[in-house]
C-alpha cells in the first residue's frame, strides 16, 4: 500500500547475492550435530512462530479467497456458506460493467508506468551516476515523492488538478464556469490525470534501483568502451543496458506488482469513480461499501491472484534457481 | 531530453555538455519539486486571500496559520500517537520475527531453507486486496474480549500490528538470510563447539553483526508502515482509532474545509517521513536496493 504502499515496497530485494552455499551446506551439517535437546526446541520455534503469523495471515486468506470465489456467504455463520460453483465469475465477467474497465485500466497502468517513468528512471540514473556536483541534490529532488505517502500524494496532485482552485485550470483560464477541464471527475480525463501523479512517484523509485544497478558496473568495461572509440550513446546501449539485466528484471517484476496494487492514489484521488476504476478498488468497494458480498469479492480477489502468480512463479522460480546453483 | 545526452565523454568532461546537464537536471527537478511547492504556496496563504484574489496570484501574507489550524481543529496529535502504537511494535516485531527465520533457515536447515524463503518471499508480492477478503471476515470473527477495546481483531491496533508483521516480514526474512548467509560460517560453529546455546548463537553473535541491514531494515518498514493506507482504511472502522495517514482522508471532509486546509493537513502528516528520510537517508537506500544488485 500501500503498501505500500505502497508503495511500498519489498520486491526490490529480489536478486540475492551469490553466497558460499556449497561450503555452508557442511557447515550447516556440523551445526546441526551438536545440537541439544532443548536447542532443537528453540529452534523450532524460531523458525515455526513467524511462519505460521504469516503462513495464517496471507497464504490461508489467500486459499480462502479462492474457495470462497465459489460461494455465496453472508459473513456470520459457517453454515451458510453455499456452493455456487462458477456464478461468482460468470456474473464478474458478463454483468459487471466496471469489471472489464478496471481490468483495462490495471494493464494500462502497466503499460504507462513501464514506457514512460522506468526510461526516464533509467536516463536519470545514468545522468547522475557520471560524478557531477550536486547529485545528491538531484537525487532527492526526484526520490522525494516516493518517500512520502501514496494519500498524501494525492491529496498534493488534487490540490494541482481541481477544476476551481487548481494549478492547471488557474493558469489556463479553465476555472471559470462553462470552461472547466475537469481532471478528476472527467472520465475521459481522469485516469490520465492520475497516471501522471503516478509516473511522477515510481520515476524515482525506478531511478535508485537503477543507481544501485550502475553503481555495480565494472568501471573498467566503461573505459575499454571508450578507448575503443565508442560515443556515450554506443557504450551505453552495448555495454552498460546489457550488464543492467538483473536490475531490469527486478524493474520489471517490481513495475507490475505496482500496477496491480495501485490502490491509495485512486482513492483518495476520486474513489475509484468511472474511469479510474481498478482491480484493486472493485475488491475494496465490495467490503467497505453498502451491500458487501463476500464470495463475489473473493471472485475479483482469485483475478488479481491469478494474474501476480503469473508474473511471481516464474520469477520465483529464476531467482531460486540461480540461488541454489550458486 | 535526448537533446541534452549528447555525447559527454566520462573521462573527458567537456565544458558545455556539463553546464547543458546542470541545467537539464535542475530543471527537472524543480519541475519534480512543483506539485509540493504548489502545495506549500497553498498552504501559506489564509483562504480569504486566495478565494478572493485566485490561487495564481502574487502572496499577500504569508504565514503558518492553516498548519496551526489543519493540527489543532483536528487533534492531529490523536492520530500521530495511534501511528506510532502501530509502527513501533510492528516494526520491532517484524524484525525479531524475521531475524529468528533468517538466522534459522542460513545456519541449519538447507532443505527447508528454499521452500521457506519462497513462502515467505512470494506472500510478500501478492496484492493486498487479494486477501482482504477473508481477512476482513477472519477479523471480525476473532474475539478477543478485554484483550482489545472493540473485543475482535477487527478495529484494533493489534490486528493491525499483526498483518503488519505477516505481511512484512517475508521482504525482511529474504534480506536478513542472504545477510547471515555471508558472515563467516565459522563464527558460529566455534560458539556451537564450545557448547553455546542457539539462543546465544542468534542473539549475542549472529544479531550484533547484523546492525547495518537491520538499520536499514528498520528505516524503510518504519517509513513502509507509516504510510499505510490501505490496511487501516479497510479494517479499522472507528474514525477514532485510524492512523494518521488513513485518518487523512475523513479528516480532510470534516475539519480541512478549504484547499488551504487540506495542503496544510497532507503536508503535516508527510513531515515525520521526511524527518526520518533525511535523518536516515543512506539507510533508506540502501534498504530499498538491498540485493537489487549483486553486492
Same mark, same amino acid.
Given at each position: 500500500?500501500?503498501?505500500?504502499?505502497?508503495?511500498?515496497?519489498?520486491?526490490?530485494?529480489?536478486?540475492?547475492?551469490?553466497?558460499?552455499?556449497?561450503?555452508?551446506?557442511?557447515?550447516?551439517?556440523?551445526?546441526?550435530?551438536?545440537?541439544?535437546?532443548?536447542?532443537?526446541?528453540?529452534?523450532?520455534?524460531?523458525?515455526?512462530?513467524?511462519?505460521?503469523?504469516?503462513?495464517?495471515?496471507?497464504?490461508?486468506?489467500?486459499?480462502?479467497?479462492?474457495?470462497?470465489?465459489?460461494?455465496?456467504?453472508?459473513?456470520?455463520?459457517?453454515?451458510?456458506?453455499?456452493?455456487?460453483?462458477?456464478?461468482?465469475?460468470?456474473?464478474?465477467?458478463?454483468?459487471?460493467?466496471?469489471?472489464?474497465?478496471?481490468?483495462?485500466?490495471?494493464?494500462?497502468?502497466?503499460?504507462?508506468?513501464?514506457?514512460?517513468?522506468?526510461?526516464?528512471?533509467?536516463?536519470?540514473?545514468?545522468?547522475?551516476?557520471?560524478?557531477?556536483?550536486?547529485?545528491?541534490?538531484?537525487?532527492?529532488?526526484?526520490?522525494?515523492?516516493?518517500?512520502?505517502?501514496?494519500?498524501?500524494?494525492?491529496?498534493?496532485?488534487?490540490?494541482?488538478?481541481?477544476?476551481?482552485?487548481?494549478?492547471?485550470?488557474?493558469?489556463?483560464?479553465?476555472?471559470?464556469?462553462?470552461?472547466?477541464?475537469?481532471?478528476?471527475?472527467?472520465?475521459?480525463?481522469?485516469?490520465?490525470?492520475?497516471?501522471?501523479?503516478?509516473?511522477?512517484?515510481?520515476?524515482?523509485?525506478?531511478?535508485?534501483?537503477?543507481?544501485?544497478?550502475?553503481?555495480?558496473?565494472?568501471?573498467?568495461?566503461?573505459?575499454?568502451?571508450?578507448?575503443?572509440?565508442?560515443?556515450?550513446?554506443?557504450?551505453?546501449?552495448?555495454?552498460?543496458?546489457?550488464?543492467?539485466?538483473?536490475?531490469?528484471?527486478?524493474?520489471?517484476?517490481?513495475?507490475?506488482?505496482?500496477?496491480?496494487?495501485?490502490?491509495?492514489?485512486?482513492?483518495?484521488?476520486?474513489?475509484?469513480?468511472?474511469?479510474?476504476?481498478?482491480?484493486?478498488?472493485?475488491?475494496?468497494?465490495?467490503?467497505?461499501?453498502?451491500?458487501?458480498?463476500?464470495?463475489?469479492?473473493?471472485?475479483?480477489?482469485?483475478?488479481?491472484?491469478?494474474?501476480?502468480?503469473?508474473?511471481?512463479?516464474?520469477?520465483?522460480?529464476?531467482?531460486?534457481?540461480?540461488?541454489?546453483?550458486? | 531530453?535526448?537533446?541534452?545526452? #549528447?555525447?559527454?565523454?566520462? =573521462?573527458?568532461?567537456? @565544458?558545455?555538455?556539463?553546464? !547543458? +546537464?546542470? $541545467? %537539464?537536471? *535542475? /530543471?527537472?527537478?524543480?519541475?519534480?519539486?512543483?506539485?509540493?511547492?504548489?502545495?506549500?504556496?497553498?498552504?501559506?496563504?489564509?483562504?480569504?486571500?486566495?478565494?478572493?484574489?485566485?490561487?495564481?496570484?502574487?502572496?499577500?501574507?504569508?504565514?503558518?496559520?492553516?498548519?496551526?489550524?489543519?493540527?489543532?481543529?483536528?487533534?492531529?496529535?490523536?492520530?500521530?500517537?495511534?501511528?506510532?502504537?502501530?509502527?513501533?511494535?510492528?516494526?520491532?516485531?517484524?524484525?525479531?520475527?524475521?531475524?529468528?527465520? #533468517?538466522?534459522?533457515?542460513? =545456519?541449519?536447515?538447507? @532443505?527447508?531453507?528454499?521452500? !521457506? +524463503?519462497? $513462502? %515467505?518471499? *512470494? /506472500?510478500?508480492?501478492?496484492?493486498?486486496?487479494?486477501?482482504?477478503?477473508?481477512?476482513?471476515?477472519?477479523?471480525?470473527?476473532?474475539?478477543?474480549?478485554?484483550?482489545?477495546?472493540?473485543?475482535?481483531?477487527?478495529?484494533?491496533?493489534?490486528?493491525?500490528?499483526?498483518?503488519?508483521?505477516?505481511?512484512?516480514?517475508?521482504?525482511?526474512?529474504?534480506?536478513?538470510?542472504?545477510?547471515?548467509?555471508?558472515?563467516?560460517?565459522?563464527?558460529?560453529?566455534?560458539?556451537?563447539?564450545?557448547?553455546?546455546?542457539?539462543?546465544?548463537?542468534?542473539?549475542?553473535?549472529?544479531?550484533?553483526?547484523?546492525?547495518?541491514?537491520?538499520?536499514?531494515? *528498520?528505516?524503510?518498514?518504519?517509513?513502509?508502515?507509516?504510510?499505510?493506507?490501505?490496511?487501516?482504511?479497510?479494517?479499522?472502522?472507528?474514525?477514532?482509532?485510524?492512523?494518521?495517514?488513513?485518518?487523512?482522508?475523513?479528516?480532510?471532509?470534516?475539519?480541512?474545509?478549504?484547499?488551504?486546509?487540506?495542503?496544510?493537513?497532507?503536508?503535516?502528516?508527510?513531515?515525520?517521513?521526511?524527518?526520518?528520510?533525511?535523518?536516515?537517508?543512506?539507510?533508506?537506500?540502501?534498504?530499498?536496493?538491498?540485493?537489487?544488485?549483486?553486492?
Amino acid at each position: 500500500m500501500t503498501t505500500d504502499t505502497t508503495t511500498k515496497t519489498p520486491e526490490a530485494a529480489a536478486v540475492p547475492p551469490s553466497g558460499a552455499a556449497s561450503a555452508s551446506k557442511r557447515a550447516a551439517q556440523g551445526h546441526r550435530r551438536l545440537l541439544t535437546r532443548r536447542d532443537r526446541i528453540t529452534l523450532g520455534l524460531m523458525a515455526g512462530v513467524p511462519t505460521v503469523l504469516h503462513v495464517a495471515l496471507v497464504w490461508v486468506t489467500a486459499l480462502a479467497s479462492i474457495a470462497l470465489a465459489f460461494t455465496t456467504w453472508d459473513g456470520i455463520g459457517f453454515d451458510s456458506i453455499k456452493w455456487v460453483g462458477l456464478d461468482n465469475f460468470k456474473q464478474l465477467f458478463n454483468d459487471n460493467p466496471q469489471f472489464w474497465p478496471a481490468l483495462q485500466h490495471n494493464v494500462v497502468w502497466f503499460v504507462v508506468l513501464i514506457l514512460i517513468p522506468t526510461p526516464l528512471g533509467l536516463f536519470l540514473a545514468v545522468q547522475l551516476d557520471k560524478k557531477i556536483r550536486f547529485s545528491r541534490v538531484y537525487q532527492t529532488a526526484f526520490f522525494l515523492p516516493v518517500v512520502i505517502s501514496m494519500a498524501c500524494i494525492g491529496f498534493v496532485w488534487q490540490l494541482v488538478y481541481n477544476p476551481d482552485t487548481g494549478l492547471i485550470n488557474s493558469l489556463i483560464g479553465a476555472n471559470k464556469p462553462g470552461h472547466y477541464i475537469d481532471w478528476i471527475g472527467d472520465p475521459k480525463l481522469n485516469l490520465w490525470a492520475v497516471l501522471i501523479a503516478a509516473s511522477w512517484r515510481h520515476t524515482g523509485y525506478m531511478m535508485i534501483l537503477y543507481l544501485a544497478g550502475l553503481k555495480g558496473v565494472d568501471p573498467s568495461l566503461r573505459e575499454a568502451s571508450a578507448l575503443d572509440g565508442a560515443n556515450e550513446w554506443q557504450t551505453f546501449k552495448n555495454v552498460i543496458f546489457p550488464t543492467l539485466r538483473p536490475t531490469n528484471t527486478v524493474v520489471l517484476v517490481v513495475t507490475i506488482i505496482e500496477s496491480l496494487r495501485a490502490f491509495d492514489l485512486v482513492f483518495v484521488f476520486n474513489k475509484g469513480a468511472q474511469g479510474t476504476e481498478l482491480l484493486s478498488i472493485l475488491v475494496t468497494n465490495n467490503i467497505i461499501g453498502e451491500s458487501s458480498r463476500i464470495g463475489y469479492g473473493s471472485a475479483i480477489a482469485v483475478v488479481l491472484l491469478v494474474i501476480s502468480l503469473i508474473v511471481i512463479i516464474p520469477y520465483l522460480i529464476a531467482t531460486f534457481r540461480k540461488e541454489r546453483r550458486a | 531530453m535526448s537533446t541534452v545526452s #549528447a555525447p559527454v565523454k566520462q =573521462r573527458t568532461p567537456i @565544458r558545455p555538455a556539463r553546464v !547543458l +546537464l546542470h $541545467v %537539464f537536471l *535542475a /530543471g527537472t527537478a524543480l519541475a519534480w519539486l512543483a506539485p509540493l511547492l504548489w502545495a506549500i504556496f497553498s498552504a501559506l496563504r489564509p483562504y480569504s486571500e486566495t478565494s478572493e484574489r485566485g490561487y495564481v496570484s502574487w502572496p499577500h501574507t504569508l504565514n503558518f496559520d492553516n498548519f496551526k489550524n489543519a493540527f489543532t481543529q483536528s487533534d492531529m496529535t490523536h492520530y500521530f500517537m495511534n501511528t506510532l502504537i502501530i509502527a513501533v511494535p510492528a516494526v520491532l516485531l517484524t524484525l525479531f520475527l524475521s531475524s529468528m527465520v #533468517a538466522f534459522y533457515v542460513s =545456519r541449519f536447515d538447507f @532443505r527447508l531453507n528454499l521452500a !521457506l +524463503l519462497l $513462502v %515467505f518471499t *512470494a /506472500g510478500n508480492l501478492l496484492p493486498q486486496q487479494v486477501i482482504i477478503t477473508p481477512l476482513y471476515r477472519l477479523y471480525l470473527l476473532t474475539n478477543l474480549p478485554g484483550i482489545t477495546a472493540s473485543g475482535k481483531l477487527y478495529d484494533s491496533a493489534l490486528g493491525l500490528v499483526l498483518i503488519h508483521v505477516a505481511f512484512q516480514s517475508g521482504f525482511c526474512a529474504f534480506v536478513l538470510a542472504n545477510y547471515m548467509r555471508s558472515l563467516p560460517h565459522e563464527l558460529t560453529e566455534a560458539a556451537l563447539v564450545d557448547g553455546a546455546s542457539v539462543w546465544r548463537l542468534y542473539w549475542q553473535i549472529t544479531l550484533p553483526l547484523c546492525k547495518p541491514a537491520m538499520a536499514a531494515l *528498520a528505516t524503510l518498514l518504519s517509513i513502509w508502515i507509516y504510510n499505510d493506507f490501505f490496511w487501516a482504511l479497510v479494517l479499522i472502522s472507528t474514525g477514532e482509532n485510524m492512523p494518521i495517514t488513513s485518518a487523512l482522508n475523513n479528516l480532510s471532509g470534516q475539519y480541512f474545509t478549504d484547499p488551504n486546509l487540506v495542503a496544510a493537513g497532507a503536508l503535516l502528516t508527510a513531515i515525520p517521513t521526511l524527518i526520518v528520510y533525511f535523518a536516515l537517508q543512506r539507510q533508506f537506500v540502501s534498504g530499498l536496493t538491498l540485493g537489487s544488485n549483486k553486492g
